[in-house]
C-alpha cells in the first residue's frame, strides 16, 4: 500500500491518471464507484486470472484509466485478442490516447453484445470487469448481468473485484458460481477479487 502511494506521488502518469480519476468521481460518483484508480497489485491479481490458452475474446469492463488494461497487456494478452469498454468519454478518450493498438469501446457494459458488434462471432473466453456492480443502480446491474449470462458460455470466466471484502452477493450473478475469491490488502481500499465460471 505504501508503495502504491509513493508511485502516485513520484510517477507523473499515475499523478495525471489520479488526477483524471478524480474529476470522473465529482461528474459521476456513483458510476466510479472508487477513490483512486486500481493499484498495481490489484490490477496484476485480476490479469493474472485470465486464462491465456483460452480462445475468444477477453473483454474489459470498466476500462478507467487504464491500470488493468496495462496489468492484461503485461500479462501477455495480446492487443487482438482484448476489447476495453468504458461508459465515460473523456476515460475512453484518455484510453485511446493511453493505448492506440487497442479497440477502446465508449459506451455502456449493460449494452455489451450490441457494442462488440462483429467481435461477437469471435466469442467471448472471459470478462475481465471493474465495474462497481454494487453501486450502479440495481436495474443496470441486472442488465449488466445477463449481458454476462447471454455472452459467456458455460465455462468462461468473470474476473470481478469488489470493496465488500464479504464478496459479491450470489444474486446479482444468478448464473454463476464462485471458483476462488482473495483479499488484495495493497489497494486503496483492499479489495476482494473474486472468479466466477459461467453455469
Ligand atoms: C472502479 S472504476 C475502474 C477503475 C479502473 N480499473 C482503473 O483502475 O482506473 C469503474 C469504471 O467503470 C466505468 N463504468 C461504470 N459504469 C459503467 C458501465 N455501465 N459501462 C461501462 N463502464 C462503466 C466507470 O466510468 C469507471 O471508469
Redesign the pocket.
Known sequence: MKRFVKALLESPSAAA?LAL?TR?IWA?PR????A???APA??SRMAARVPLDREGLVVE?????????AALLKRGIPAWKLAV????PT?AHHLRQRFPQLRIIQ????QLEHLLGHDRSRGVGSIVS???LRS?HPT?TRA?SCQFETLLEPGGLLIQYTYDLRGTQPRLLPYFRRLSSRIVWGNLPPARVEVFERI
Open positions: 491518471s480519476f470522473e459521476n458510476a466510479m464507484g472508487a483512486c484508480p486500481s490489484l490490477a469492463l470498466g476500462g478507467g484509466t487504464g491500470a488493468v488494461t469498454i468504458e461508459r465515460s476515460l459506451g455502456d457494459a449493460a471493474s465495474l462497481p450502479l443496470v449488466i
